[in-house]
C-alpha cells in the first residue's frame, strides 16, 4: 500500500547535534526530546530556553517604546479629566470586539468616580458598513458631543476618515496592526500606534489589534498607577486579568505565537481558568470548554472565537461587547446561547458553500487546472460572513493561498488566507499597482480583505496567476510534512506530554511537534467513523495498553486506504502527541496526520 494520503511524499526529519541536545537536557533537566525540539526553535542558549519554557509578565515590553504612545495617553488622560465622552471605533471579529472591551474597560477604570467618563462604543454591521471607519458615523459622533475618537484593529489606511475627523474637529488615536500603505504613509492624526509603521521602535512587530489596544490599556492604567501598592495590584491583578482576552484574540487572529504574542497567549490562557466575569463564563459553557482548567490554544481556536465571530458575520458584533461587559448572569447567559445558535446557522451556511466548493476543485483537479500558486473562488450564492472561514477550508484542502468572494449590487467582497511561504497583502498589492483594481484592501501576510467591481474579478485572478506563477514550485514544497523527533511508542510518556505543554500554545511560528513512530503493529483492523475519520489501535511492544491514533476528516481516498489495514499490519506514522482531557477516560492519543506500510 502507498502512502495514505495523496497530499505528500516526504515526511523531512531535522537531526541535531547529539552532544548539545544531550548538554542543553541536562541544563534543564528535561526529556532528551525537549531539548531536541528546543535547538530546532534557535534556543540552544540555556537562559533563551528557560525563558520561553516559564513566560512570565515580565517578558511583556514596555508600551511607552510604541511609537505615538506618550500622544496618546496624554490625550486620553486630558479627556478623562474633563469628563469628556470618548468614541471607540471597533470591528466586527474576535480581534476588533475584544479590543472595543480591553480599552473601553481601561478608560472608565482611570476615571474619577465621582466623575465618570462616557466611553462610547461603534462596532460596524459587516453587510451594512463594512470594514473600516466610516465618515458618517464621524459626522454623528461629532454632532452629539465627542471630541476624542480611538479607533481599535483598524484606521491605518482611513486617509479620508482621519481627513473627516479633523475637519469636524475630531481628535483621532488610531490603533492597529495592519500594514500601512508604503506608498501614502499614515493617517493625519493625533497619533498613530501600530508598532507595524516605519520608525517604530517597539520590539516585536506581529501583535493582533486587541493586544496593540491592550498596550494602550496597560500604558494609561500604569500612568494612572502612583503608589506601590497600585502599582502591584496592576502587575498581579489587572494585567493577567485583561491577558483572557488578549490570548483569545491573538489565537483567533492567527498572527505568529512567538515572542509577545506567546507569553500573552501563554498567561492569558493560564487565567480563562474558572473565569468570574459572566459574559466568559456563560461563553465557555456554552461552547463546552471546562472552566476547571485552563483551556487549549485548539479549544479557544475552534470553541470560543467561532462563537464571538459567528456575531459580527451572522447578525450584530456589539452583542459581543455587550457580552463580555455585562455583570448580570442571566444577561450574559441569553447573549452567551444567541451567539451559540449564530454559529450553528453559520456552520449550516458555510458547509453549502463548502459542498460548492468542494465540486468546483474537484473539477479544476479532473482538468488539470490546480495549478495557479494562489486561487481565486467566487460565487453570487456565499454568505458575506462566511468568506474568511470559506478561504481557510480552501487552503487546508489544497495547501495553496486562496481568495474566496461574493458578488452583491455589481461589488465583488472578498477574503483571503495564505500558506508560509507566500504574502497575500504583497499579492493583491502587486495586483493593484499593475493598474487599479480593487475599491478598498488590506490586512498582512497571512489574510487579507477587499472589495472591488464584480467585472474585475477575472483581472484579479489573471494578475495573481501571473504573479503566482514563479512560486509555484515553493508552494508545492511547502506541502512537505515537517517532522521534529523519530520516537518508539515506549517513549510517548504523561512526563513528556507535560513538557510539551510547556512549549505551547502552539500556532503559526510556534508549531506544534510532529512526531514519527516505524514499524508499529495494529492490535485491530481500521475503523472508519461517521464515514470520515479514522481510528487505529496501536499495540504496545511491552505490552501495556493499546494506544490510539485518530485522524480526523479524511478524504475518500484516505479512509480507501486506511480500510485496506489488518490486525498485525505494521506502520509508519507521522503524528502529534496528545493527553485525553476527559478525567473519565485518562490517556495519550496521537493525532494521526500521515501513515505509510513499515
Not at 497530499?7 to 547529539?18: H, Q
Not at 450564492?381 to 481557510?392: K, N
Request: aromatic share 4%.
Amino acid at each position: 500500500m502507498p502512502s495514505a494520503t495523496t497530499a505528500t511524499e516526504l515526511w523531512s526529519l531535522k537531526t541535531e547535534d547529539p552532544a548539545q541536545v544531550e548538554q542543553l537536557a541536562t541544563v534543564l533537566a528535561c526529556p532528551l526530546t525537549i531539548a531536541h525540539l528546543l535547538i530546532q526553535r534557535g534556543l540552544a542558549d540555556p537562559a533563551a530556553a528557560h525563558t520561553y519554557l516559564n513566560p512570565s509578565i515580565d517578558d511583556l515590553h514596555d508600551p511607552m517604546l510604541m511609537l505615538g504612545m506618550s500622544a496618546a495617553v496624554e490625550r486620553i488622560q486630558r479627556a478623562v479629566a474633563a469628563s469628556e465622552p470618548i468614541l471607540i471605533y471597533g470591528d466586527y471579529d474576535v480581534d476588533g470586539t475584544t479590543a472595543t472591551v480591553l480599552l473601553k474597560t481601561a478608560i472608565e477604570r482611570i476615571a474619577p468616580k465621582d466623575k465618570p467618563t462616557q466611553v462610547r462604543y461603534h462596532v460596524p454591521h459587516r453587510l451594512r458598513e463594512g470594514y473600516g471607519m466610516q465618515t458618517t458615523v464621524l459626522g454623528d459622533a461629532a454632532e452629539s458631543g465627542i471630541r476624542l475618537v480611538i479607533s481599535v484593529d483598524t484606521g491605518i489606511r482611513a486617509f479620508a476618515a482621519a481627513r473627516e475627523a479633523r475637519s469636524l474637529g475630531l481628535d483621532l488615536i488610531v490603533t492597529d496592526h495592519h500594514l500601512p500603505d508604503e506608498a501614502v504613509g499614515i493617517p493625519d492624526a493625533l497619533a498613530v500606534i501600530n508598532p507595524m509603521q516605519a520608525n517604530c521602535p517597539y520590539p516585536f512587530k506581529h501583535l493582533c489589534g486587541a493586544a496593540v489596544a491592550f498596550k494602550l490599556s496597560h500604558a494609561i492604567l500604569a500612568a494612572a498607577a502612583q503608589t506601590d501598592e497600585q502599582r502591584s495590584k496592576l502587575k498581579q491583578a489587572l494585567i493577567p486579568s485583561f491577558l483572557k482576552l488578549v490570548a483569545i484574540a491573538t489565537i483567533a487572529d492567527s498572527v505568529p505565537l512567538e515572542g509577545e504574542n506567546r507569553v500573552i497567549a501563554a498567561l492569558g490562557l493560564r487565567e480563562l481558568r474558572n473565569p468570574v466575569q459572566p459574559g466568559l463564563r456563560a461563553l465557555m459553557q456554552v461552547a463546552q470548554v471546562p472552566t476547571d482548567r485552563s483551556p487549549s490554544a485548539t479549544e479557544v481556536a475552534f470553541r470560543i472565537a467561532p462563537r464571538i465571530n459567528a456575531a459580527g458575520r451572522m447578525d450584530v458584533a456589539s452583542d459581543v461587547v455587550e457580552l463580555f461587559l455585562t455583570r448580570d448572569p442571566a444577561h450574559a447567559a441569553a447573549l452567551a446561547e444567541k451567539l451559540h445558535r449564530l454559529n450553528d446557522d453559520r456552520r449550516a451556511i458555510e458547509q453549502q458553500a463548502l459542498d460548492a466548493i468542494d465540486v468546483r476543485l474537484e473539477a479544476l483537479r479532473s482538468l488539470g487546472e490546480l495549478t495557479p500558486a494562489c486561487l481565486v473562488l467566487d460565487s453570487t450564492d456565499w454568505h458575506r460572513g462566511v468568506l474568511g472561514i470559506l478561504a481557510s477550508r480552501v487552503v487546508e484542502r489544497t495547501s495553496r493561498p486562496a481568495l474566496v468572494l461574493t458578488h452583491e449590487d455589481g461589488q465583488a467582497h472578498g477574503s483571503g488566507r495564505s500558506i508560509p511561504g507566500f504574502h497575500l497583502l504583497d499579492a493583491i498589492t502587486a495586483a493593484d499597482n499593475t493598474g487599479p483594481l480593487f475599491t478598498r484592501f488590506g490586512g498582512h501576510a497571512h489574510a487579507v480583505g477587499f472589495s472591488l467591481p464584480s467585472d474585475r474579478v477575472e483581472l484579479l485572478r489573471t494578475r495573481l496567476e501571473s504573479y503566482g506563477l514563479p512560486l509555484s514550485s515553493e508552494v508545492t514544497s511547502a506541502t512537505a510534512i515537517e517532522c521534529d523527533a523519530e520516537l518508539t511508542l515506549t517513549e510517548l510518556t504523561y512526563e513528556l506530554t507535560n513538557w510539551l505543554e510547556r512549549c505551547g500554545p502552539y500556532g503559526i511560528g510556534n508549531r506544534e511537534p510532529i512526531f514519527i513512530t516505524r514499524n508499529a503493529t495494529l492490535a485491530a483492523p481500521a475503523r472508519i467513523i461517521k464515514d470520515k475519520h479514522i481510528c487505529l489501535d496501536l499495540a504496545q511492544p511491552n505490552g501495556g495498553p493499546r494506544l490510539s491514533a485518530l485522524g480526523w476528516s479524511r478524504s475518500t481516498d484516505w479512509l480507501a486506504r486506511c480500510a485496506e489495514l489488518t490486525k498485525d499490519s505494521r506502520i509508519d506514522l507521522a503524528y502529534r502527541l496528545r493527553a485525553k482531557n476527559n478525567p473519565q477516560y485518562p490517556g495519550l492519543e496521537l493525532e494521526l496526520i500521515d501513515l505509510r506500510l513499515a
